[in-house]
């Protein structure tokens, strides 16, 4: 993968990424079961996610956005 573009370009190609390894891992784990030790690792991966939601949840959209605090 090329990491030459723009951060936020670089975020929207990786989520695509996660999107499908997600989605990959959630097939895989209904066709043959899931992994031992899975669950904790996929909470995990949750909890990361939830993370960097909440950090874009303060993006900034408009220039009355952008506050000091």
Do not use: C, W
């Not at 573009?5 to 079961?33: D, I, W, Y």
């Amino acid at each position: 993968m090329n990491d030459d573009g723009t951060p936020l370009e670089r975020l929207e190609t990786h989520s695509r990424e996660v999107e499908a390894l997600a989605n990959e891992v959630a097939v895989r784990a209904k066709a043959f079961g899931p992994d031992v030790g899975a669950r904790s690792r996929v909470e995990l991966v949750k909890q990361r996610l939830k993370i960097a939601l909440d950090e874009l949840g303060t993006y900034p959209y408009t220039a009355d956005d952008i506050t000091d605090e």
